[in-house]
């Protein structure tokens, strides 16, 4: 497996880390009520939760650029620099968001988007 098949497992997940970061901060987390209890959630865990929802949103079309660029045979180190930049990036929008910094969450958001792009210019590159 590639650098860039890698990163799509964590991007995978990462959106769990955020979720577990609002459970944490959240005080007493409902179990059996879940989505229940994030929408109670105010401050930072409220915000860790939008962190999670944007994650879900943000992976497929991550995961449908990387797998792309991979069949059509893209260079590989392209492939996985702007891979491995969307997990980086995905990682500080997290952080960030949390942080309540909401020009640099809308950079990072900004520069991941722009990663999946490059992605796609690899694949259309690569064929």
Partial sequence: ???????VLVAAFLPIVFAGAAKVGGGQFDNSRPREWFERQS?????????????YEAFPPFAAAVIIAHQVSGPQGM???FAVLFVALRILYGLFYIA??????????????????????VAAGGG
Avoid: E, T, Y
């Fill in 1 to 7: 497996m590639s650098i860039a098949h890698w990163m």
């Fill in 43 to 55: 401050g930072w865990p409220k915000r860790a939760h939008w962190a999670q929802q944007n994650g």
């Fill in 79 to 81: 492939i996985d620099v």
């Fill in 100 to 121: 309540d910094w909401a020009n640099l969450r809308s950079l990072s958001w900004l520069g991941g988007a722009l990663c999946i792009v490059a992605l796609f210019l």
